[in-house]
């Protein structure tokens, strides 16, 4: 097969599979899987096939320069092979997830839906033809979520409407951007970053973080982790929204425009990248729910990829762009380890849980692997990432790196925390017979876990094959496979995760092990390290920390809501006020009609022969 | 030869009836045979045009006899749609009446209304035009009225008050504009137009006759009527009238008018934005509140009805032909949403969709029919509604309408809004206790529904290719 | 006379149409409403046609709008019967059961 | 033809509008019925003076009398209110129609007094002066609709006159 076929394939195999499942009959149950399987592995042979092959397909569409048009390359060859393996490995493990069989079926369905929309979306050489797929994968999310039962429905609406607005943002840019370039293939792209185009990058910004799930547009996904199947959560938010958003985010700063350091829309990336994952982290180290609590380090973690390539510095660059693949991998695990949990345990909620590793070890090494790599523990695939991330951040301005840092210590601390609470310690009576996951549900946790260590012990893979090759000239004269260069980083990533583990023995020493303490231990470590800190050098006293720390939090969680509120909340009454006042006015009397008519003919009249 | 879209249905109606040689359920039968036939006629005629028979002038054989009629590409499409509607709702009748005397009184009447309408799209005469206007809108009163139910009675008196006024203006209209032309032929009066600009009985007969389709076609503030009449028909009437006949007695003749009167002028496109815009954003609004699923279907009706005058207004044939498009689109999924609604009446007793809930695990193809056309009319791609609304979207972006682009995108949300709201409240949700029973409700609601999401599916696919070819000469009429 | 008077009078019988359709409260009446503003009509196609000279044309149109007329008039009144089998008397005020 | 100073045509106008107006302002259902037919009646006259005979017969016969005929048959089909109940009526009506007049008084000067004028085309005059060919030889089509009309009336007469089954 020829390049430009197969690329054809990649998108369409998985379509023609999903249509086909959804045709198969009750009759045959085991038909369903059989497909999937399939399906996944065919198109996972197929996209590491295309692996280092470069291909141009175009139809003629719209007409105008509209083209049906892709482009095959080192990059989007990448981000379709990553969509491949995390398809393969979520398929791999339904089988064994889901209960009933409507269920199943449906999630199937939807799962090929988006690989082959998602890969459709990546290979696009066309805005509007990526647009047409980006919106298409908009009804797939919303058919997830929708699968996670009756409460469900009300979630599915917000991630519809937040992502429906985002998008909307994004066709604005798309638009504006093909009237700036006078065309809408992505290769003949190239705009300056000035005042109108500076607009259209922000549009196409918020498209991409959106999907990629930064602040502000991220409070779906807490709700979602909640509602939705889990698999939901570790392929589409975790894993394909990641690769897709941060793909966007690369191409439209770095190909279809020019991001300079020192531009102004560079710092502006940074700091939205910044603040998503302070707070984001934040918000996570006071949930009591394992799921609620990955879904929120999944917004943090996004904050560093923006920050990352925000800092339009080759080792940011490079940093961001590793840290999303990373990311896919040991929160997809993170989330699957999770499902292992719900599935067996029966719940989520970290009070209820409670010494699982020995009855779980295969799934608590899993998490303890991604954990470890999540936290930036050397030698796992977190810490590279993190160091070049840190790097850049360090380049552009201390501030940036203190934030960072400080994030770092705070996703520590709350994994910690969720480890001990789940996987330590005493098992509340409903767990107490809890055994290990089967193996259709293990094999992908295992497999994850174990790229997480490859990826971190031979970086220069990756690195050298996948990232660096990305920005190709840009990046002339750096290297950055092996261990990081700069040793300040090491150090103060080995403090922090030190000052981390000290934080957490503290916790417990102080409060006792006792799961119901859990949340509330892992505030007072926080506020005692603040507590030490004012007594060496300021005069602060435990209590003002304690209040800020909580204020801090109670302010986050607040504007967490507010934001929510806006979207969900504002716009739907003001329009339910207006069309209940239209209503009222609808009083069934004809002559008040009649009127209406009587007064548009006269001010037609009227208008008309004003104007003449 | 394009007489015989009058002349065949009338002469079979004819036939069956002054002859009436049988009892009165096989008559019935007869007639739908011949009904059917004459809507599949008509249908293949245009999918597979044929010369001579388009281009035959009709007074070839008999010198007595002469037709000023004419079919250009938006009559065919206008053909396409009413022969597709009329065949579903032909179809469709027989599963939703059960009494033969109704039944065939529906029949009959079917046959009015559609050479009422095939006259309307093949005229080529203003007056003809209001003749095969008021032919039609005789049959929807009667159609409206067809079960004698109170609130059918005063939905069919309102429409009849509004319909008559319209009439009123749009003869003040004529005899303004034929003062000018000296004849009623369409190009007479678009001469007219053009040798007299400025003219100020000619600007008055336009404003009339645009203010008079506005009426017919229930645009907001002109509307008042529509919901009424919409909701409180028969269900099969509301399938037919609100698929089809207010469309080609409201909509077309304003085609015809953007026609007549070339690009138009300022004040007047100033006009239909305003009346299109308005008439998108309000009955969005007031459809989000709606409890009647008839009633939130005849406002989003008129919601959709706005976009097709927005595409219009825009002015180019791009627009027009999205405008065109969007009609036949709009015939697709809001007949395939009445026939919805008439399957949940029928299986459930009520149209209150507040009491309604679960239905789509009973009704598996209502449900996902309807969720189909639902997305469609919010013009979610790949969907044929998302074509229409784009082309319409980009051709008043290209117009540097830039106001009316963007309330014309906002205002998707709000139909995606009150649609979802509808299937929620409908068809997904928990189902409810009285409705365990619920089944679906008989081959000839659900092939209908089937065939019609099928169009809707494969229009949204196969547009890429059906652009070039169909859509964009449409367009060019202007 | 010039055109402009006969103008005058189709907007004096319109107005009385319209000014009885918006205030009347019989359904009877309303039709009755109807009729003159067909009346102001049909005299204004027929004044066109003495003005430009194609009284044959106006006139053709006007047995035809008159044909029309009354075919509307017979369904509007067997609509007008409907009703009144249900309330019982023409009150206009009582057709307000569709509304919202 | 001239009457002193006035032309004919003003007080046929005249009355024209009076018997509208009475029309309108008729205290029972049957004298607005009647109203409407000397409106008819009215209109067929100026129609007459006007050169427009044929169209004027048709008036006179299908307006006056068959939509009379229609109407009064309608209205005593819906059994009038008791006198009693008119007079009630008719106080509160008459209040609601008592400024009609007077705006059609105020329309009729406003429009005496500003003379507008119109921009009227130059006249061509008519190829075909006879109305019967005009009717049977270029105005087929609506003749064709005009049949296909009235068949949908006799349907609505049908189903809309027929008596309601088992109420």
Redesign the interface.
């Known amino acids: 097969m020829t390049p430009p076929i197969m690329t054809m394939l990649v998108i369409a195999l998985p379509i023609f599979a999903s249509l086909l499942i959804l045709l198969t009959p009750k009759r045959w149950p085991a038909s369903q899987p059989t497909i999937l399987m399939a399906a996944t592995i065919a198109s996972l042979f197929l996209s590491f096939s295309l692996f280092g092959k470069e291909s141009m397909v175009s139809f003629p569409w719209l007409g105008g320069g509209l083209d049906f048009s892709f482009r095959l390359y080192q990059f989007s060859a990448f981000i379709v092979a990553a969509v491949a393996a995390f398809s393969f490995l979520i398929a791999l493990y339904t089988l064994s997830f889901f209960r009933a069989d409507n269920q199943s079926k449906l999630f199937a369905f939807y799962l090929l839906l988006s690989q082959g929309l998602a890969a459709g979306a990546v290979l696009a050489n066309n805005l509007v033809v990526m647009l047409f797929f980006w919106e298409a994968l908009l009804l797939t999310l919303f058919g997830f979520i929708l699968l996670g039962g009756q409460y469900s429905f009300k979630t599915a609406i917000k991630a519809f409407t937040i992502n429906g607005i985002t998008d909307l943002c994004m066709m604005l840019g798309i638009v504006l951007t093909i009237f700036l370039a006078g065309t809408a293939t992505m290769t003949k792209i190239n705009l300056p970053l000035d005042t109108l185009g500076a607009t259209a990058f922000i549009f196409l910004m918020i498209g991409a973080i959106a999907k990629a799930g930064s602040m502000p547009f991220h409070t779906w996904i807490p709700d979602a982790a909640l509602d939705a199947p889990l698999p939901f959560m570790a392929f589409l938010p975790a894993a394909l929204e990641k690769l897709l958003g941060i793909y966007l985010l690369t191409r439209i700063s770095f190909d279809l425009f020019q991001l300079k350091p020192e531009s102004w829309v560079s710092s502006l990336l940074m700091i939205v990248g910044a603040a998503t994952l302070i707070l984001a982290v934040l918000m996570a180290l006071i949930q009591k729910n394992y799921k609620k609590l990955l879904s929120y380090h999944a917004i943090s973690q996004v904050g560093y990829m923006i920050l990352g390539l925000g800092t339009a510095v080759p080792a940011g660059m490079v940093g961001g762009l590793f840290h999303m693949i990373n990311h896919a991998m040991y929160k997809s695990c993170l989330f699957l380890t999770g499902g292992s949990v719900e599935k067996q345990a029966g719940t989520t909620d970290l009070e209820k849980l409670g010494g699982l590793g020995w009855k779980m070890p295969v799934t608590f090494g899993c998490f303890l692997i991604a954990a470890a790599s999540i936290s930036g523990v050397p030698p796992f695939n977190g810490f590279f990432s993190k160091e070049l991330v840190y790097d850049g951040a360090l380049e552009r301005g201390t501030i940036f790196y203190v934030i960072a840092l400080l994030g770092s210590f705070f996703t520590a601390a709350s994994f910690l925390k969720l480890g001990h609470a789940a996987y330590f310690g005493q098992a509340a009576t409903q767990t107490r017979e809890t055994k290990e996951a089967a193996w259709p549900m293990l094999l992908p946790m295992i497999i994850i876990a174990a790229l997480c260590l490859l990826f971190g012990l031979w970086n220069a893979l990756p690195l050298n094959n996948l990232i660096q090759p990305v920005f190709g000239q840009q990046l002339a004269g750096h290297n950055y496979a092996g261990l990081p260069h700069n040793l300040f980083l090491i150090v103060m990533t080995v403090i922090v995760i030190g000052l981390a583990l000290l934080n957490h023995w503290f916790g417990v020493k102080r409060y006792g092990s006792g799961l119901k303490a859990a949340d509330h231990i892992h505030y007072a470590p926080g506020l005692k390290q603040a507590y030490n800190l004012a007594e060496k050098k300021f005069f602060d006293p435990y209590e003002l920390g304690l209040k800020a720390i909580r204020l801090f939090a109670i302010i986050a969680w607040g504007l967490d809501r507010l934001i929510d509120w806006l979207y969900s909340g504002l716009a739907t009454s003001a329009a339910r006020l207006l069309s209940l006042v239209i209503r009222k006015s609808h009083s069934g009397n004809y002559a008040t009609y009649l009127w209406w008519v009587i007064v548009s003919l006269a001010g037609s009249m009227l208008y008309i022969f004003m104007v003449k | 030869m394009v007489g015989s879209f009058i002349f065949v249905p009338i002469l079979l109606l004819m036939i069956v009836n002054v002859l009436s040689f049988s009892h009165k359920s096989k008559l019935h039968n007869i007639l739908f045979g011949f009904g059917l036939l004459t809507a599949l006629a008509q249908i293949a005629l245009v999918l597979w045009p044929n010369k001579n028979f388009w281009q035959l002038t009709a007074n070839y054989q008999f010198n007595v006899i002469k037709f000023n009629l004419a079919a250009d590409n938006l009559t065919l499409v206008m053909l396409l749609a009413i022969g597709l509607v009329g065949l579903i709702a032909l179809i469709v009748a027989r599963g939703l009446i059960n009494d033969v005397d109704q039944e065939y009184n529906f029949t009959n009447l079917w046959f009015i209304a559609l050479t009422g309408m095939n006259g309307l799209v093949l005229a080529t005469d203003i007056f003809s035009l209001y003749v095969f206007i008021e032919i039609t809108a005789v049959a929807s009163f009667i159609l409206i009225a067809l079960t004698k139910e109170r609130d059918a009675l005063e939905g069919a008196f309102k429409y009849v008050i509004f319909s008559s006024f319209a009439t009123v203006l749009m003869l003040a209209a004529i005899a303004l504009l034929v003062f000018f032309a000296g004849d009623t032929s369409f190009a007479a009066i678009a001469n007219a137009i053009k040798a007299n600009p400025g003219n100020s009985l000619i600007l008055m007969g336009l404003i009339l006759y645009l203010l008079s389709v506005f009426i017919k076609s229930g645009l907001i503030p002109f509307h008042g009527w529509l919901p009424d009449a919409y909701s409180a028909a028969p269900a099969i009437t509301s399938i037919f009238i609100a698929g089809i006949v207010t469309k080609v007695v409201g909509i077309y003749p304003l085609i015809r008018f953007v026609q007549l009167t070339g690009t138009l002028a300022d004040p007047l496109r100033n006009i239909l934005l305003l009346v299109g815009g308005t008439s998108i954003v309000i009955a969005a609004l007031s459809a989000l509140g709606q409890t009647n699923f008839k009633r939130l279907l005849a406002y989003s009706s008129i919601s959709q009805m706005g976009y097709i005058v927005l595409g219009l207004a825009a002015g180019s044939a791009l627009g027009l032909a999205g405008a065109i498009l969007h009609i036949f689109n709009h015939a697709v999924f809001k007949s395939l949403l009445f026939i919805n609604a008439a399957a949940v009446e029928k299986q459930t007793g009520t149209l209150d969709i507040d009491k309604m809930g679960g239905l789509a695990e009973k009704m598996p193809y209502t449900g996902a029919t309807s969720a189909i056309a639902s997305l469609s009319t919010a013009g979610i791609p790949p969907l044929s509604g998302f074509w229409s609304k784009l082309l319409i979207i980009i051709a008043l972006w290209n117009a540097q309408l830039y106001f009316y682009a963007t309330v014309a995108v906002l205002a998707s949300l709000l139909t995606l809004g009150y649609m979802l709201t509808l299937q929620r409240k409908v068809f997904f949700g928990q189902l409810e206790n009285a409705f365990y029973e619920t089944k679906e409700a008989g081959w000839q609601l659900v092939l209908p529904s089937l065939l019609l999401a099928g169009i809707i599916l494969g229009l949204g696919l196969g547009f890429p290719w059906l652009i070039n070819t169909w859509l964009i000469p449409i367009g060019k009429i202007l | 006379?010039s055109?402009?008077?006969?103008?005058?009078?189709?907007?004096?019988?319109?107005?009385?149409?319209?000014?009885?359709?918006?205030?009347?409260?019989?359904?009877?009446?309303?039709?009755?409403?109807?009729?003159?503003?067909?009346?102001?009509?049909?005299?204004?196609?027929?004044?066109?046609?003495?003005?430009?000279?194609?009284?044959?044309?106006?006139?053709?149109?006007?047995?035809?709008?008159?044909?029309?007329?009354?075919?509307?008039?017979?369904?509007?009144?067997?609509?007008?019967?409907?009703?009144?089998?249900?309330?019982?008397?023409?009150d206009?005020?009582k057709?307000?059961?569709?509304?919202? | 033809m001239r009457l002193g100073n006035l032309e004919i045509e003003i007080i046929i106008a005249l009355f024209l509008v009076l018997t509208a107006l009475w029309t309108v302002m008729a205290r029972s259902l049957l004298r607005a019925a009647i109203g409407l037919a000397l409106t008819s009646a009215m209109l067929t006259v100026m129609m007459y003076k006007l050169n427009a005979p044929l169209a004027a017969v048709f008036e006179l016969s299908v307006c006056s009398g068959l939509i009379s005929v229609i109407f009064i048959t309608t209205i005593s089909l819906t059994q009038p209110l008791t006198w009693a109940e008119i007079y009630e009526h008719e106080r509160e009506r008459l209040s609601r129609f008592r400024p009609l007049p007077f705006i059609i008084l105020l329309l009729g000067l406003f429009f005496w007094l500003v003379k507008v004028d119109l921009a009227l085309p130059t006249v061509v005059a008519e190829k075909v002066t006879d109305v019967r060919v005009v009717l049977w030889s270029l105005r087929q089509l609506d003749l064709v609709g005009q049949i296909i009309c009235l068949l949908a009336g006799a349907f609505g007469v049908t189903i809309l006159f027929k008596a309601w089954r088992g109420k």
Do not use: P
Request: one cysteine or more; aromatic letters at 10%.
């Open positions: 006379m055109f402009w008077f006969f103008c005058v009078c189709v907007i004096m019988l319109a107005v009385i149409g319209v000014y009885c359709l918006l205030y009347t409260y019989s359904l009877m009446r309303a039709l009755i409403g109807i009729e003159i503003l067909i009346k102001a009509v049909t005299l204004l196609i027929i004044a066109v046609g003495y003005f430009s000279q194609h009284l044959a044309l106006a006139q053709s149109l006007v047995i035809t709008l008159i044909v029309m007329e009354v075919v509307i008039m017979v369904v509007a009144a067997g609509i007008v019967l409907g009703l009144h089998h249900y309330q019982k008397d023409l206009i005020r057709l307000r059961e569709l509304k919202g």
